[in-house]
């Protein structure tokens, strides 16, 4: 990677530090969408994984699931239930293409794993990837992934019209591996850390008007509903995290364990 | 840069994001020190300077004053040589290697003291009295500006028995302060030099980081061995200085809110 390269990646670290925690999403797409031009990809993903509890002996994705994913760009035919989301179903379902292998290796480390350089040349003559990736413009993925603790992951997946060169994936994992602190921000905003269950999207966007430090009434102003209604929103998220006030809330994006 | 070092540097910043910022003070003593343990110096300095509104004509500095100065190892001879180069500053009597840094004030930046003067200067009574005296042989400087008028400086020092700083080594310093705005800026915060229009006091700091750790006031009297009474004033006095007014407004500000 060239310095010029380098001091871009540190330009966007920049651009990240300085959006509001309430403005996760914003940041995330303006990381995405920076990168994707660095690095020459078409389209962005994250994931935020979580390990479920229990026992994952027979379990080749060893009890691991997507809760929450974010798309670049959404994908046609139906954006909103696109074809991402039917790769996360079959995960779900344990139908398992032997891409849903790559992340398993080295689970628990920061890591790196891309079609091209890790799956056969058959692989990209199977149904799979034509009705998942060709079929889209996509000849090369690379995923990014970032442990948070044992059970939670952060993983962003680029996706190109080409095979990604080294390069792009070193400009990749370099722009990944330093900002620790915004993959832990990512996690939260989703209710897949510190919470006991991941947040519904109308909890997501209490939760970030919350993280403004707006009072009740104003959030329920914003919201367009009564009183009673953000109040009892917001008393499930304490719920799902475990805390019972907004200080104790707050306290974890500064960094508190609950 | 070798994969081993670029490994060391990568768990140094994951360190500092593992910190709570009610910890900040912690953070930032453990940085320093490997900061120190990987560019091979022996003390490192952490500025935190802010532009007065009001600057004599004349100021070579344009108003910059250091307002909080933190030691990684700190001596009663190197706390009288900053106070001293403190109080010069104050009258308007500032060193050439201050000024030369000061030329780059708003931008990103990192020098050598050889980056910044000529031999001369190391034959001068500042290099001994500030640099030689107190156990450091060279510096390399580095400046992140925070906002318009706020700037977090770190300083890394190499002892007299050391050699001084190669032009890689300055950049590879640079290079690990440079992915760490997101800390400098919550330092700048915690030490009250971002928003709060008066730099906090000693105790009010401490009263800052239990606020941040979510603790009841009640529980913040405890800790403090204080009254409530006494303990609620301090909160107030802070979320006057940073114009909030309650709990909820000010932990917004370390997410990033601007007031």
Not at chain 1, 106 to 119: H, N, P
Not at chain 1, 163 to 177: G, K, Q
Not at chain 2, 125 to 141: E, N
Not at chain 2, 215 to 226: D, F, G, P, V
Request: glycine letters at 6%.
């Amino acid at each position: 990677m060239t310095p010029a390269t380098q001091e871009k990646i540190h330009d966007i670290w920049d651009e990240l530090s300085d959006f509001e925690a309430s403005q996760s999403d914003q940041a995330v797409a303006l990381l995405m969408k920076s990168l994707c031009n660095l690095a020459n990809a078409w389209n962005a993903t994250w994931g935020g994984a979580v390990r479920m509890d229990g026992e994952h002996n027979n379990d080749l994705l060893q009890g691991w699931r997507v809760s929450a994913m974010i798309q670049l760009h959404p994908v046609a035919p139906d954006p909103d239930e696109g074809l991402f989301k039917e790769i996360l179903q079959l995960w779900d379902r344990r139908e398992i293409d032997p891409s849903f292998l790559l992340p398993m290796r080295s689970v628990g480390t920061f890591r790196t794993y891309s079609f091209r350089r890790e799956l056969s040349p058959e692989w990209f003559e199977s149904p799979f990837y034509k009705y998942h990736y060709g079929s889209v413009g996509t000849c090369d993925a690379v995923f990014i992934g970032f442990p948070l603790n044992q059970d939670a992951e952060s993983h962003f997946g680029f996706y190109s019209r080409k095979t990604f060169t080294d390069e792009e994936v070193e400009l990749f994992s370099y722009a990944l591996r330093g900002i620790k602190w915004f993959h832990r921000q990512r996690m939260l905003s989703h209710g897949l850390l510190a919470a006991a269950t991941p947040l519904t999207p109308t909890e997501r966007r209490v939760l970030h008007l919350l993280l403004t430090g707006l009072p009740e009434k104003q959030i329920a102003e914003q919201l367009e509903r009564s009183y009673h209604t953000t109040h009892e929103w917001i008393m499930s998220i304490y719920r799902k995290f475990g805390v019972n006030n907004r200080a104790a809330l707050m306290a974890l994006w500064l960094g508190q364990t609950s | 840069m070798s994969s081993n070092r670029s490994d060391l540097i990568h768990r140094l910043w994951d360190e500092l994001a593992d910190f709570d910022a009610s910890r900040s003070d912690e953070a930032l003593i453990q940085f320093m020190a490997n900061l120190c343990a990987l560019a091979g110096a022996w003390n490192a300095t952490w500025i935190g300077a802010v532009r007065m509104d009001t600057s004599f004509p004349g100021d070579p500095i344009k108003g910059w004053r250091p307002h909080f100065v933190r030691r990684l190892h700190t001596t009663p001879h190197i706390d009288t040589a900053i106070q001293e180069q403190t109080e010069k500053l104050e009258q308007g009597d500032v060193d050439e290697n201050i000024i030369r840094n000061m030329d780059g004030v708003g931008t990103f930046r990192a020098n050598r003291l050889r980056d910044l003067v000529g031999p001369e200067w190391f034959e001068e009574t500042y290099y001994r009295r500030y640099y030689l005296s107190v156990g450091s042989a060279d510096a390399v400087w580095v400046a992140s500006p925070v906002n318009q008028d706020a700037e977090s400086w770190f300083g890394i020092f190499r002892s007299l028995d050391q050699p001084p700083f190669s032009e890689s080594e300055r950049d590879e310093i640079a290079n690990i302060v440079r992915g760490i705005k997101w800390f400098q800026k919550q330092l700048m915060l915690s030490h009250g030099l971002l928003i709060a229009k008066v730099p906090l006091t000693p105790t009010e700091r401490r009263v800052l980081h239990l606020l941040l750790a979510g603790l009841s006031e009640k529980l913040i009297a405890e800790q403090l061995e204080r009254s409530y009474h006494t303990a609620h004033e301090q909160v107030t006095s802070i979320y006057r200085k940073f114009g909030v007014s309650n709990r909820a407004a000010l932990m917004a500000l370390w997410l990033g809110q601007v007031p």
